[in-house]
């Protein structure tokens, strides 16, 4: 479909903004990072775990690390929110568009003899 034909309306201008948020998200890892007693240290030590082909997996993180990690596991959950946020308003265009659509042809139908 052409960009073009895409009617701006107010899902298609928040699509747009959120995109441009999309573009904005610096370094992302999938993941939950999570402390553990190390034996016989004061300080924890981190863990990244995650999914790989259906199984859970874990990284050890270096604490030097962890900040860093931190943050990009956090622009995941932020990339994650922004992606459900643009899958929402993708479906409203496309639901507007078949309701226009069909509002066409109940008027045509009505105006034809």
Do not use: D
Not at 4 to 13: D, K, P, V
Not at 14 to 20: H, K, P, S
Not at 33 to 49: D, E, I, N, V
């Amino acid at each position: 479909m052409n960009p073009s034909a895409i009617i701006l309306n107010r899902h298609t201008q928040a699509r747009q903004a959120i995109l441009r948020q999309i573009a904005q998200t610096g370094p992302f890892i999938e993941g939950s990072l999570s402390p553990f007693k190390r034996p016989g240290c004061a300080q924890p030590g981190w863990h990244l775990t995650f999914k790989q082909r259906g199984r859970t997996r874990t990284l050890y993180v270096p604490l030097e690390l962890v900040a860093e990690v931190k943050q990009w596991t956090l622009n995941y959950r932020r990339l994650k929110r922004l992606v459900r946020q643009v899958t929402r308003h993708s479906r409203a265009l496309i639901h507007g568009h078949l309701a226009n659509r069909r509002a066409a042809s109940r008027s045509r139908a009505l105006t034809s003899p």
